[in-house]
């Protein structure tokens, strides 16, 4: 059964969520406080947190952002309303891992809760030995979405990890931004493409022993990003 955290001041929403949930199996929590849902998570692991904007207590990107600074890394997904797209863009660059604006559709809450609680899900069906990539000191592994600097492990985000594991399948291609929202994030996030520099920004403050000149993550200037091909 998968823990989802909603955390969501309008009841008739929050409820409406946890109806719907429940129906996909998942032990619901509900929060109408900011401040109280975020002390929660700190301390019970959760697979998935449902996450408003404006909210009493502690606002939805201050939430965020400090769940990220504690290096809590289950998937966020954030609830805007139409004409935040300031929101969405700081929900993005502060760790959320998707959005969805209101008023939405049951039927694409349920599709979005889907594809986030998979990301986080071990892949049975994929082989070890193809989905284990080392170069230089780290080691990435697919099928258990886990990497390990120095056979020490690093806590990634799931959009952190998609994202590396992208770049290092692929080491010496370079990606725009644009590919990589549209290969990480899978839906059309035009116009955030800022959003990806965010998150490179954070996986080098985990995997980089100088962030300011990368072993691994390299910029393509003008273009992108790639990963490191020389031996």
Known sequence: MKEVIIIEDEKDIAELIELH???????????????????????????????????????????????RAEKVN??????????????KVLGLETGADDYLTKP??????????????????????SDTSESVISYKGIVIDKK????????????LTPKEFDLLYLLAANPGVTYDRKDLLNL????????Y????????????????KDPTNPDY???????????????
């Not at 039927?107 to 069906?125: C, G, S, W, Y």
């Not at 258990?144 to 806590?155: A, F, G, T």
């Open 21 to 67: 949930l429940e129906d996909l199996d998942c032990e619901v929590k509900i929060f109408h406080n900011g401040k109280e849902g975020f002390e929660y998570a700190l301390s019970n692991p959760f697979d998935l947190m449902i996450l408003d904007i404006n909210l009493p207590g502690m606002n939805g990107i201050d939430v965020c952002r400090q769940l």
């Open 74 to 87: 289950s998937p966020i997904l954030m609830l805007t309303a139409r004409s935040e797209e300031i929101d």
């Open 104 to 125: 939405f559709s049951v039927r694409e809450l349920l599709a979005r809760v889907k594809a986030n609680l998979r990301r986080v899900e071990i892949d049975t069906q």
């Open 144 to 155: 258990k979405r886990k990497v390990s600097l120095n056979n020490e492990r690093i806590e």
């Open 184 to 191: 990480v994030w899978s839906y059309d996030f035009e116009g």
């Open 193 to 208: 493409e800022h959003t990806v520099n965010s998150h490179i920004n954070r996986l080098r403050s985990k995997i980089e």
């Open 217 to 231: 993550v390299l910029t393509t200037w003008g273009v992108g990003y790639r990963f490191n091909d020389i031996s």
